[in-house]
């Protein structure tokens, strides 16, 4: 190649070929690492707010008439009854998954015995740290995973289910029970 002939290299030059190629893919390379991260960033939202919109718990008759609709604070809520058998307070806890189904997570109990015979958990329940609503909890057995769409309870008086959201106040869903039907459906929705 003669002197001269080629790209300048001075003010107003285009640069070496090669310069130019590293520069084109370092600023493809940072343009796609901004486009990850505000993607990202996008996806993480809607996880957190399940895509549409806030995230309740509400519960229905068998005929689909809302009877309660208790907006989530965080992903967690519990409902608890008077178990029949040993006549006392027991809550079940659960957790919303990302998928806006829900997860068991854990069991109280007034009596250890319900926690023991009537759920037969394979883990020793243990006192419920301060401030809780009932004094014994446990982990549900991990061999079972109950993880739910729905959940169809029976909302009687004899079983008192009250449905427990943080941040909210508990709601007694079998005096809202109106109908002989005393079945009611658990669901997590979006507004």
Partial sequence: MLPGAGPSSGPGGTGHPRLLAVR???LLIGLLAVLTAIAVAGGVAA???GGEGEQAVTV???DGKLIARVPL???TFAVGYRNSIYRTLAEERYRVLPDGR???VELAAE???VLEEYYAVPGPPRPSP???RLPFV???DPSRPAVFEDLRIAATDLGERTLFVPGSEPVPIWQRVVTENPSVILDIEES
């Fill in 47 to 49: 996880v957190a707010t």
């Fill in 73 to 75: 604070a965080g992903d």
């Fill in 130 to 132: 301060p401030g809780d």
């Fill in 60 to 62: 229905r008759g068998p």
């Fill in 102 to 104: 829900f997860e068991l």
């Fill in 24 to 26: 084109r893919r370092r």
């Fill in 111 to 113: 009596q250890v015995a």
């Fill in 138 to 140: 446990v982990d549900p």
